[in-house]
């Protein structure tokens, strides 16, 4: 029987103070392996390695280390003699503690790339866009007469959420990988820099993913056709934005429900859980409320009227 061997060592980065910082590391053992007894090479084509990380309290220091165990199996040494043993172990996607901005600080994003843009320039250009956006759906709606004011306020809205969920969403649904985004593109720089307020989305939590997706592919289309509906007075109108506005509050309520179930410690700092967890989140909070609440009225208005009409002609 061959025999095997247990080799064991600690894992760790020194940091400019000189202390140890716990690394989150994929240590990958291949070839290169090699052993000399005496001097003297022995062959090694029969030996099998495999490791093994193990984590443990640092009592003196504080934390967690990481140690790697690696097993030799099927090598075959003379007894008595003295031998050196080596191989090559490369490592992969170092993250280590502080390399990313995102809490909890253990999160393991490989290959992470921190964001290129400032925060002015990422909320800047939403914010002009949307501006944008607004104005000429504002500007196109005033053409037509028959349309009121809050109309005209509606498709705004609608036109900007649909744009939203399509867009913006629908690129992190679709990307799971933009933390890695070398580019500068723009819609990966904006889930860098939200993922600040809440890191679920860096790390690609399922329950966020579904959320958004279900957003992006449903509720972003019927957003548009909300805004068509109003425009040309469809009869459809206020059911549809009832059933679009109660969609976004049932995605918003799991949406903050998941994040208090797993104890609601996602954002970086303060500052960003209430300016974008909180307040950016916000939106999809009030306005859908209040479109449900007028078009539940518009409903059972026609409803009477209809009835009335009914009881007259009897």
């Given at each position: 029987?061959?025999?095997?061997?247990?080799?064991?060592?600690?894992?760790?980065v020194?940091?400019?103070?000189?202390?140890?910082?716990?690394?989150?590391?994929?240590?990958?053992?291949?070839?290169?392996?090699?052993?000399e007894?005496?001097n003297?090479?022995?062959?090694?084509?029969?030996?099998?390695?495999?490791?093994?990380?193990?984590?443990?309290?640092?009592?003196?220091?504080?934390?967690?280390?990481?140690?790697?165990?690696?097993?030799?199996?099927?090598?075959?040494?003379?007894?008595?003699?003295?031998?050196?043993?080596?191989?090559?172990?490369?490592?992969?996607?170092?993250?280590?503690?502080g390399?990313?901005?995102?809490?909890?600080?253990?999160?393991?994003?490989?290959?992470?790339?921190?964001?290129?843009?400032?925060?002015?320039?990422?909320?800047?250009?939403?914010?002009?866009?949307?501006?944008?956006?607004?104005?000429?759906?504002?500007?196109?709606?005033?053409?037509?007469?028959?349309?009121?004011?809050?109309?005209?306020?509606?498709?705004?809205?609608?036109?900007?959420?649909?744009?939203?969920?399509?867009i913006?969403?629908?690129?992190?649904?679709?990307?799971?990988?933009?933390?890695?985004?070398?580019?500068?593109?723009?819609?990966?720089?904006?889930?860098?820099?939200?993922?600040?307020?809440?890191?679920?989305?860096?790390?690609r939590?399922?329950?966020?993913?579904?959320?958004?997706?279900?957003?992006?592919?449903?509720e972003?289309?019927?957003?548009?056709?909300?805004?068509?509906?109003?425009?040309?007075?469809?009869?459809?109108?206020?059911?549809?934005?009832?059933?679009?506005?109660?969609?976004?509050?049932?995605?918003?309520?799991?949406?903050?429900?998941?994040?208090?179930?797993?104890?609601?410690?996602?954002?970086?700092?303060?500052?960003?859980?209430y300016?974008?967890?909180?307040?950016?989140?916000s939106?999809?909070?009030?306005?859908?409320?209040?479109i449900?609440?007028?078009?539940?009225?518009?409903?059972?208005a026609?409803?009477?009227?209809?009835?009335?009409?009914?009881?007259?002609?009897?």
């Amino acid at each position: 029987m061959k025999p095997s061997m247990l080799v064991c060592g600690e894992i760790g980065v020194l940091s400019d103070g000189n202390q140890k910082q716990q690394s989150n590391i994929a240590v990958l053992v291949g070839g290169g392996f090699a052993v000399e007894v005496e001097n003297a090479v022995v062959d090694t084509s029969n030996v099998e390695i495999s490791t093994m990380e193990h984590m443990f309290p640092d009592k003196l220091e504080g934390g967690n280390k990481k140690s790697m165990m690696v097993e030799v199996k099927g090598l075959e040494l003379p007894v008595g003699k003295k031998f050196a043993m080596s191989w090559k172990m490369g490592i992969k996607g170092v993250t280590m503690e502080g390399s990313h901005p995102y809490v909890p600080r253990d999160l393991i994003l490989l290959d992470y790339v921190p964001v290129s843009l400032t925060q002015s320039t990422i909320l800047g250009v939403y914010g002009i866009s949307s501006l944008l956006v607004v104005s000429l759906v504002w500007i196109l709606s005033g053409r037509s007469p028959k349309l009121m004011k809050i109309d005209r306020v509606l498709m705004c809205w609608w036109v900007f959420t649909g744009l939203t969920h399509m867009i913006l969403e629908g690129y992190f649904v679709f990307s799971p990988q933009f933390y890695k985004d070398k580019t500068m593109c723009y819609f990966a720089e904006v889930w860098k820099e939200y993922s600040k307020g809440d890191s679920r989305y860096a790390a690609r939590d399922a329950g966020v993913v579904a959320v958004e997706g279900l957003t992006a592919v449903l509720e972003g289309p019927a957003s548009l056709l909300a805004a068509y509906a109003i425009a040309t007075r469809k009869s459809y109108s206020y059911i549809l934005q009832v059933a679009i506005s109660l969609g976004q509050l049932y995605g918003t309520a799991v949406y903050f429900l998941t994040s208090y179930l797993e104890g609601d410690n996602f954002a970086a700092s303060s500052e960003y859980y209430y300016a974008y967890y909180v307040f950016a989140n916000s939106f999809w909070v009030v306005i859908p409320t209040i479109i449900v609440i007028r078009c539940w009225k518009k409903i059972c208005a026609a409803v009477k009227v209809q009835e009335q009409r009914k009881a007259k002609a009897r």
